[in-house]
């Protein structure tokens, strides 16, 4: 910082050689054509500053050089920007002015904060930010030379914090540098989400801000985002303000997360002083020997597996009743975001893992514009919660690295799994069943695919009626796309066959029909394969306009 003191003529001369339009224009239509509230973190000689000024946006522009910051006050003596002296990591006294910003702007800043402060920088700018407003950081190639104290910057390095803090990285750009020197610019332009409801806010809210003793919280967010994003189908009502989902349908998401955490990995999952977790008793310990697959909806359990299962969802459904359901507030309030309702589960010998069963667990009301908000965001809001829990993990554990903590909440490859219908696959043909690939009718020897029809990528379901066989080479062209509404109606009738003769009458027939009652919106205490078709296209409306996911046609 000693230079830009000792030479403020001479750093305020260069600014000023370049223009904010061209120096800024990669990411400047990004923004709204509102009026907006713009902090200039490190303005410098003001020339950004006074830019946004004359387009008659209101600004904050902070530098902590006095010299350069007087200059700039002369050169752009405008009413709509207010100069303070003030800098990161702390940004003292703009969190004095109680401003939230639409634009946050730090052009050839960061490189200047320290690397034992980014994260506090990063936080305290992300506080200022409001919904749906972007910030906007640009990062030097090559570090400066001369007594400017400079270190190390990367995209990763920011990408990493955007996740940490909720923040949705919009665009990296590299540009050659407007004052003809030998290095390249990368500007990177974050959002935080806003949906305009508040409920984006709010889920940052209880992911970052919201005090915690233990990783419930991210736990219980997570678990009903899966139901939000997987499982619509076993919602129980839905109202213009909430919508009711099966307390049990919860609680076998958290089984499944908390099972290897707990198990397989052995992470704290709280302080260890605290002792571990209530539900990690001799019924959870149990479950050490059965598999991940097994915790599929349909599979059916008998003497211990089934008591000790039991007895597992009486007290998960316990813990988030009087954990993370009683705790998650309003900010500012002590109203409860989410309510709970009775359920009975009886004591048995003999449980199937399905609807009803996870029915009588109990009900969990979820506001309406916070299910809407994990529904369509989950791709931008998972990723937010599994860096808040690793920050838990890093801070109650501490025995792994981030990374390997971040594999371990990754979900098991065998959701994954193509190889049970591939084997059904092959016995059919081994039967002398014909088969075809559903997207052209080419009837199929060897060298297919079985692959899902919503790609995994964009909505990871492996139920068996997204199992589809498909020729390798259309099987490469769709990839990662979604087929288009015209590609599905030319398919009907073939995937409808392949679903009855792969499934009806068989042992899959009640895993078939409870995977495709859970995950789509079907309404139909008698489901036919013509309800399955009609949910499977709504669905794929519903991955289009919500993650805008390209389409893809065999022709």
């Known amino acids: 910082m000693s230079a830009y003191k000792q030479r403020p003529d001479d750093f305020f001369r260069r600014y ?14 990004l923004l709204p054509s509102t009026q907006l509230l713009v902090l200039d973190v490190g303005a410098g000689s003001g020339r ?49 002015l109680d401003y939230t910003f639409d634009v946050i702007l730090l052009s050839a800043v960061w490189m200047h904060v320290p690397p034992s402060e980014r994260e506090r920088a990063f936080r305290k700018l992300t506080e200022r930010l409001k919904p749906g407003g972007h910030l906007v950081i640009t990062l030097r190639s090559e570090l400066p030379d001369g007594n400017r104290t400079a270190y190390e910057t990367s995209t990763s390095e920011l ?79 839905e109202t213009q303000d909430h919508v009711d989902i099966p307390l049990g349908v919860v609680a076998l998401y958290w089984l499944r ?18 002792g571990p977790p209530a539900f990690d008793d001799e019924h959870f310990q149990f479950l050490r020997r059965l598999s991940e697959s097994d915790f599929r909806l349909g599979r059916r359990f008998t003497g211990d597996e089934a008591r000790h299962l039991i007895e597992t969802f009486r007290t ?49 009301r979820v506001p309406r514009h916070v299910w809407d908000a994990l529904a369509r965001h989950a791709s931008w809001i998972e990723p937010s919660i599994l860096s808040r829990w690793v920050e838990l993990l890093e801070t109650y554990d501490g025995t792994a690295s981030p990374g390997a903590y971040r594999d371990a909440l990754a979900w098991p490859n065998v959701e994954h799994s193509t190889q049970e219908v591939r084997k059904l696959a092959i016995q059919l043909q081994q039967s002398g069943e014909p088969l075809y690939c559903v997207w052209s009718g080419e ?45 599905v109606e030319a398919a009907a009738d073939r995937i409808q066959d392949w679903w009855h003769r792969a499934y009806q009458k068989t042992r899959y027939e009640p895993r078939f029909y409870e995977e495709a009652n859970a995950a789509l919106p079907l309404r139909s205490d008698e489901t036919t394969l013509d309800d399955l078709l009609t949910g499977l296209r709504r669905q794929r409306v519903r991955l289009r306009t919500d993650q805008q996911i390209a389409e893809w046609s065999a022709e």
């Open 443 to 487: 009837r199929l020897n060897s060298g297919y695919e079985i692959d899902h029809c919503f790609p995994f990528k964009h909505w990871p379901n492996n139920h068996l009626w997204n199992l589809l066989p498909a020729s390798s080479q259309l099987n490469a062209k769709k990839s990662d796309r979604l087929p288009s509404a015209q590609q």
């Open 257 to 274: 997360m908390y099972r290897w955490l707990i198990l397989n990995r052995g992470y704290h999952q709280m302080p260890p002083e605290n």
């Open 16 to 29: 000023e050689r370049t223009d904010t339009e061209v120096v800024h224009g990669d990411w400047l239509s």
């Open 159 to 237: 990408r990493d914090l955007s996740r940490s803090f909720a923040l949705e990285l919009l665009d990296a750009t590299q540009t050659d540098d407007q004052l003809d020197r030998a290095l390249k610019w990368t500007t990177v332009v974050f959002r935080l989400p806003d949906d305009g409801t508040g409920a984006l806010p709010l889920i940052r809210h209880i992911l970052i801000n919201d005090n915690t003793s233990a990783t419930y919280k991210p736990a219980l967010l997570r678990s009903i985002l899966r139901v939000a994003d997987n499982a619509k189908g076993a919602v129980l009502e």
């Open 48 to 96: 950004d500053a006074a830019w946004f000024a004359d387009q008659d946006h209101e600004v904050v522009a902070v530098e902590p050089a006095d010299a350069l910051r007087k200059r700039a006050q002369e050169r752009h003596p405008s009413p709509r920007i207010q100069w303070l002296d003030d800098q990161l990591p702390a940004l003292d006294a703009v969190h004095d």
């Open 316 to 364: 998960i459904r316990d813990t988030i009743r009087e954990g993370p359901a009683h705790f998650i507030t309003y900010p500012g309030t002590s109203d409860q975001v989410f309510e709970y309702g009775s359920g009975h589960i009886r004591s048995s010998d003999e449980l199937t893992l399905d609807l009803e069963f996870l029915r009588t667990v109990g009900t969990l």
